[in-house]
Every structure is written in C-alpha cells, then in structure tokens.
C-alpha cells in the first residue's frame, strides 16, 4: 500500500466540521483482496484492538464495522477505522471518518478526524503497518508501541491545559480562536475585534503588573504599601547574608527564588539553623538572589481573580509518598509518577513529581536522600511547596471562601494591575473571617496555571477558561467582524467584488478574497488567485478590518476546509458541473455538497442568499440554520412566490423590468435594471443574478436601500471595480469584451450577453484548463463554434498534466462539427492569439477575450495604444 498524498483539513470541509485528515491511499494488490478473502484476517484485528467492536460505520449502530469486516470491505475502509481507534486507545477523543473509492482502480480517498497533525498521521501509518503486519501472519503485534508514540505525540504538540482550556471555551461560544505558531499563543476573535492570550496572559493585561509580579520582593513591597497582610522578610545574595537575615527575621523561615517560578527552589518551614544549613548547601547554585521571609502556619490557597471577580479556589496539598519499608524514596516516587493522572510538564491533571534540586533540598532538612527508605505507613512529603507544576494536589474550596478573602485576592489582584491573577495566601482556615495577624499573601502570579481549576483532584470543576473568554468578549458579536463567504460555479468573483463595494463606507475598512488577490480596504496585499483559506485567513487576521467578504472557491475547500468556522452571510451563485473528477470529487451530486458547505456554516441568526434559478442551489434552503433570502430573474420564480406569500424576504426582477427588493411582506421598488451599469443595458442575465444576490447579502447587513442605490449606480465594469470580468472596450470600431469563462455554464451565460451586443461578427480566443475532463473540453469548444464566426485557439501556459497542443487539438476537434476548419486558428501563446483575432477583425466585429492570465490582456492594450477605451 501507498500513500499519494495527504491534506490537513483544518477548519470545516466536505467530510466534517471538525479537523479532518485527508488521504489519498493506493491499497494495489489489496484491491482484490477484501477483508473476507484474507483468511483470519477480520479475527486478529478484533483480537488486537477490541474496541473496533464499538464502532458503528454506516450501519448507525455499535458493531457495524465488525459486520463490514466479515461481509467483506476493502484495506482504505478498515485503515479509516483503525487510524481512529488508536488515537482513542491513545486517549484523543474522535470519531467521524469517511472512505470514497476513487474511478481509478486500487485508488481510495480516506478521512478521518485529528486533534493533532503529527500524532494524527501517525495513526494511519501505523494503522497501515499493523493491516500488513496481520496479513503477512506476523505473531506478537505491539499495538501499545503505537498507542504511545501517539500519545507522545499529541502531548508534545497539543496545547497547553490552560491554552486548551481557554481554546475550547471560545469554540463552546462561537468566538473564532486561532493558535498562532506551536506555543501557547492564540488569537480570539477576528479582524479589528481581535485579542490575543498567551497562556493566561492576555492583550489587556499590563506589561508593567507582569513585571511587578515575576518580581517578588516588588510584589511585597506594593502589596504592603496598600496594608495588605504579607509576610516580613529580606532580600539576600550570599549566603552570609542569607543567615544574618535569618537571625533577624527569627525562625520558622521561607527560602526561595526572588524572581522564581511554579514553585522551583521553594524551601519552607526552616526551623532552626541547622536546617537551613542543610538547605543552603543544596541550593541552586544558578540563583544570584533569594527571599528569606517568615513562615506562616497553615493551609496553602490559590484563588484565582479574573477581571476584578474571584472565579475559583483551591486548597494545594504538598506531594507526600507512604512508605512500604521496602521501597527507596526514589522508588515510591517513581510508583506515584505511574499514576495515570500524573503527566510530564502540564499535559495531565497532575504533573509527575520532579528528581531535581527541589525534592533534594527539601529531604536534606530531614537528613533524608531519596535513598531513604521510609518505614512502613511512613508519609513523607517530598517537595517543600504545594505548587502543581512540582507534583503537588489541588482541592477545589470555591463555595467556601469567605466573603473577606474574596476582598483580599480582588484588591491585591488591582494593586499588583494584573486583569487576571493567582492569588497564592497562607490561611489557617479560609472559610472564616480574615485574620491578617496569621494569613498573609505569599505571591501574586501573572499567568496562573488554571489546570488545577478545571482538573481539581477533589471537589466541583471550574470552568476559568470560559471566565477568561467572557472577561474578554461579553458575545460573539464583539468577538467577530462580519464575514460574508460567497461560493458557487460562475459568478464568485463579481459578486464578491460587488458585496465590497456596496459595503465599504467612511469609517469602515473591507477585506476581500477573490481569485485576483487579497484586498485590505483599496490596498491589494497579494495578487493570484487569493480564493482558498491562506488568503481568507489573512483578511481575518489583519486588525485593520472591519467586515470580511471572501470568494470560497472548491479548491481552497478541498485542500485545507474553510477558514472560519461560521459565517455571517453565505452567498451561493449556482452550481455547474466544472471540476469533476479531482480529488475524489467525481459527481455533480458531489460537488453540489462540496458547495453546500457555505449554507451549512451560516451561524443562527445569519443570511443565506440562494439563487431561486438554480434548482440546486434553491434545496440548499433546508442545510441552512441562517435566515433564507432566494434571489431571482423572474418574479414568478416558485421560490420567490413562496417567500412573497410567507412574508419573507427576496430580491426579483418584475415583468417591468425593476429589481424589486421584498421584505417583512412589503415590495420596494429598488432601480431599473437597465440603469446599472454593470448589467450592460440589462442584456448580461448573469451580472443581473450576481448583483441581486450581491445586494441582498449587504442588505441583510443593514445596510439602508438610499446608500445601496448609489453604491449599485457607481460600480462600473471596468478593469478597476471588476477587473477580468465582462469587460468592454470600444477600440477603432470593434467591440472587444474580456472575461475568464471557463467552463461550460460560464461560457454560455457571456454568449448570451455577447448575443445583445454584437452588431457584426464575433471572434473568440479560447483555451480550456487541462485538468478538465475531455468530454467538458470538447463541449466548451462546442458552445464556442456554435456562437462564433471565427475562433482562435490558445494554449493555457499551465498544461495540469496534459500534452503540449492536446487541449487545443480537443477544441479544434469539437469546433470543426460546427464550422468551417478555415475559421480556425491556433495560436499558443495567449498575447499573440489577442493579437491574431484583432489583426482578422474589422470594424464593427465583436471580439471575446476568454483569458487565462490577466497580464495578457493588459499586454494587449499597452500594444494597442491609447485608441482603447474601457467601456464605463
């Protein structure tokens, strides 16, 4: 078996909403072999991973799969299953997958949902080794080794608890969330609403309280300057001063880092001078200064403060081994380390206890190592701190703080400046009044670990991470700028341009995606075709923009999903068999669903604006949770019947030939078709549809009707608001009109604007992309000679795997059925099959410009001269 390719589908796509895999597996000599012709092949599978047992497949019910396996199914089908059940064994929660059998034999398109790419393409690769492995009869299979590179995987790249934490509550609301780069940085919101959190830090918190509180003597001295309970103590950097401070301050004394953090190098409850003798000469000798302070008797708290409110509260409990008289310090640490909730760094509730200077230090007290071996029913407590990240527990105490505390850790949050805080303190009991003579705050922590909050090893679950969303974002719509996705066959790129214009106003920047570029405002960021999600995601990553309007093109779709998870308008144009048989996407039916995705994704509350024309597209209405709008040519249009019945709202042309605009059941007559200038005169149908649905997706946006009338007379189709589509140029008696047509439905929409507007002959230079099918580039060339007197055909500059002059030779082909061989032309390269066509024309022909690269026609015009005008 081989794998061709493979794509991370990272936002929603053809196969799930979720981040799914995409791979493209040659199973070869297993296509002939299905699972029930491969003898004990179904058993030993089970055998190896019982709980295949569970999973439903297409059946909808647990044990499915298994019914597949004995019936019979083929290699990419059980690797689907596979893949997913050893992300599950290795404890990454995801269900959904989809096998699509490919025209060519031996050829399967295999998704399956991830969390996390690396660990994700393992499990297929070793899902791949374990089929080939049972088939080749290979005793002793290490299903567990697989299991834990996964895990290993998944850790290691996943994010951070508190990240993860903060990450999935922004999803449960609806607030977009990127992850920026592989650390714990992630982006909330879109565009000029953006914020950002790192850890727990985040855009609103103050550089300078950071500062103040990695600083624990400036800590002391802030919180003390306010009257806030801290405890006395001294700053020292030798360790001569070390022991005059302790003779000062008295014991029991605290030792530890002035600028430490998580808890390292914290020795507590030094009692007298030969114990931190002891600890003094097991130090950090990297540490240049430290604080010796006075040791308060009591329970160790962390309260946690988020915008000025007390969200949760954990009693922390030092990390302690019972000894079994057998076993070495070391070894019962070890033995708890196994714990399943124990984990390195903070990938698990609880970290694993450390082998470091720490444990060491603090058993010194004791004249113990971790040699020791402690006696039967003998607790040892191993680390001097209750801080988790050094092994330690955290109990859950929220209901019980009383209402002074609560005071205390929100007026010492403020005085530090910290939006979000840990507030550790040292309490005797919490649950009654304060007693600043015996609790006292031992540190204000910027960035608070919240892992213990959501994961406590006893009490209620707190969910600060979603405390930390809505102190950032009281909805979604002060999260997120609007986003308007416009998908479809034909159309995308004028309407999306449409939507930008009408949209922008003063005070109001608009980005857009089309197939030409990336546009912030008037400024083009990127040229090319910009219609995939990479663009898209720079629009909504830029903090300049206010709206988002992005051309969702199949492409893009196919090789990554969508950029957002919601938007707030989807617009489709219409569906036409274009593309077919490329990657996996091999029927109408197919590529129907492919499109539909944009309805899907409409959030509740939104607009979905469909071409009541389009049978298709008009079912669309029924996979959309937004508010339907259908869009028509014609008035009597059973959709637009309906909705005007029903009240709803529509946008139609009438029998006189006015765009009528019909909302909350009242009927406004908008403009004459025939006085927008992008409709040519009302003869380009298809500029007719695209604006309909162009203006009732900026209506739906609030948009008033007064400013929509003025933005529709002032777009013009011209080469600066709709470059490349329908343009008109009047040049010495010749109309010559430019467009990018190309396919089928394309081409016989601009021939029937073409049919309105010629007055003589009509030449067309055409080409066809070689990824499409010979039948499609046949009829192209079909449609072409049935609406042309002469044809020039060109070569497109990029063959997409066909042979030099074997997309023209297909046209030609086609053509010749209809006209005279002597009105055809070939001419490769594209500037020159411009020139070609111009050089036979004469006035009052009409010559169409279906163009691959844009910079040939500008080519054109600049050798032309300045007898060009763009029709306006």
């Not at 089908?77 to 599950?88: G, K, R, V, W, Y």
């Not at 903090?543 to 999903?561: C, F, H, K, S």
């Not at 499409?772 to 009829?779: H, N, P, S, T, Y």
């Not at 010749?816 to 070939?826: D, T, V």
């Amino acid at each position: 078996m081989k794998i061709n390719r493979v794509r991370y589908l990272k936002g929603p796509n053809y196969f799930n909403y979720n981040p799914t895999i995409w791979i493209e597996l040659d199973i070869q000599e297993y296509e002939f072999q299905p699972s029930n012709k491969i003898a004990g092949f179904s058993e030993s599978l089970i055998s190896l991973m019982p709980g295949l047992r569970k999973h439903t497949c297409s059946t909808g019910y647990e044990g499915g799969f298994v019914e597949r396996l004995y019936e019979g199914t083929w290699m990419g089908h059980i690797l689907e299953h596979i893949a997913i059940e050893l992300q599950n064994m290795a404890g990454i929660h995801v269900k959904h997958g989809k096998t699509v059998t490919g025209k060519k034999e031996g050829i399967y398109f295999v998704t399956y949902e991830y969390r996390e790419p690396e660990s994700g393409y393992y499990a297929f690769k070793a899902a791949m080794e374990i089929a080939e492995q049972i088939i080749s009869g290979i005793k002793g299979i290490e299903i567990s080794r697989h299991v834990n590179k996964i895990s290993s995987f998944y850790y290691k790249n996943k994010l951070g608890p508190s990240t993860e934490a903060i990450y999935n509550a922004a999803i449960r609301r609806n607030i977009p969330v990127e992850r920026i780069g592989t650390d714990s940085l992630l982006r909330l919101g879109t565009g000029s609403r953006q914020k950002f959190v790192q850890a727990t830090i985040t855009s609103q918190t103050s550089c300078m309280a950071v500062e103040n509180s990695c600083d624990k003597q400036a800590t002391k001295d802030i919180l003390n300057s306010c009257g806030l309970p801290v405890p006395i103590g001294e700053v020292a950097s030798s360790y001569e001063e070390i022991f005059k401070a302790a003779e000062r301050l008295g014991f029991p004394l605290v030792i530890k880092p002035l600028n430490g953090r998580q808890g390292q190098g914290v020795i507590t409850n030094i009692k007298n001078k030969d114990e931190l003798f002891n600890v003094v000469h097991c130090l950090d000798r990297h540490v240049k200064e430290f604080i010796i302070e006075k040791y308060y008797e009591g329970h160790d708290y962390r309260l946690l403060v988020i915008g000025g409110n007390l969200v949760a509260a954990s009693l922390r409990m030092p990390p302690f081994v019972i000894g079994n008289g057998q076993d070495t310090i070391r070894r019962l640490i070890e033995i708890e380390n196994k714990n399943p909730l124990r984990g390195d760094g903070h990938e698990k509730p609880m970290t694993k206890i450390p082998f470091n200077y720490t444990v060491s230090c603090y058993l010194e007290k004791f004249d113990l190592s971790l040699s020791s071996i402690p006696h039967k029913g003998q607790i040892i407590q191993v680390v001097g701190n209750a801080n988790l990240s050094t092994g330690g527990l955290a109990i859950d105490v929220t209901d019980e703080v009383h209402p002074t505390y609560k005071e205390l850790a929100i007026a010492a949050a403020k005085a530090i400046g910290l939006d979000i805080a840990g507030i550790d303190l040292i309490s005797k009991d919490i649950t009654k009044p304060l007693d600043s003579k015996q609790s006292a705050i031992i540190e204000v922590n910027a960035a608070p670990g919240i892992r213990m909050h959501h994961h406590p090893s006893k009490g209620k679950s707190r969910d600060a991470g979603k405390a930390i969303v809505d102190y950032l974002f009281k909805d979604r719509e002060e999260a997120a700028i609007p986003v308007l996705a416009v998908t479809g066959t034909n159309g995308k790129t004028t309407t999306t341009r449409m939507i930008k214009h009408f949209l922008e106003s003063e005070g109001r920047t608009v980005g857009m995606t089309n197939s030409d570029g990336v546009y912030i405002g008037s400024h083009c960021i990127d040229e090319g075709d910009c219609s995939g999600p990479i663009s898209a995601r720079k629009v909504l990553s830029n903090p300049q923009v206010d709206a988002a309007v992005l051309e969702t093109a199949r492409g893009g779709i196919l090789r990554e999903g969508l950029a957002f998870r919601y938007c707030d308008v989807g617009v489709v144009t219409n569906v036409a068999e274009d593309h077919l048989g490329i990657d996996g996407i091999e029927t109408f039916d197919q590529l129907v669903k492919l499109k539909r995705l944009i309805p899907e994704v409409v959030i509740d509350g939104g607009a979905c604006i469909l071409n009541g024309d389009d049978p298709e597209v008009a079912k669309m209405a029924s996979h959309t949770k937004g508010k339907v709008i259908f869009t028509s040519l014609d008035e009597q249009n059973p959709f637009i019947q309906k909705a005007l019945k029903k009240g709803e709202d529509a946008w139609y042309v009438d029998l006189a030939g006015w765009i009528i605009c019909s909302e909350n059941g009242k009927c406004t007559k908008f403009l004459p078709v025939s006085e927008v200038p992008v409709t040519f005169d009302g003869t380009a149908k298809h500029n007719v549809s695209n604006l309909l649905q162009a203006l009732a997706a900026v209506r739906s946006q609030g948009v008033d009707l007064e400013n929509l009338k003025r933005k529709a007379l002032s777009f013009v189709p011209d080469f600066h608001f709709s470059k490349g589509r329908f343009n008109r140029i009047e040049m010495e008696g010749r109309q010559i009109i430019i467009d990018y047509a190309h396919n089928c439905a394309g081409l016989n929409a601009v021939f029937e604007a073409v049919q309105s507007l010629k007055k003589g002959r009509v030449l067309t230079v055409l080409s066809a992309p070689g990824d499409r099918l010979d039948e499609d580039i046949a009829q192209l060339g079909t449609i072409a000679a049935k609406n042309t007197d002469v044809m020039v055909i060109k070569e497109d500059a990029e063959l997409r795997g066909r042979m030099p002059w074997e997309v023209p030779g297909i046209i030609k082909t086609a053509a010749k059925k209809h006209m005279s061989p002597s009105n055809i032309h070939l001419v490769k390269p594209e500037a020159e099959a411009f020139i070609k066509a111009w050089e036979i024309s004469e006035p009052g022909d009409l010559l169409l410009f279906l163009y691959e690269d844009f910079q040939a026609v500008k080519t054109f015009i600049e050798l032309s001269g300045s007898k060009t005008r763009v029709d306006r």
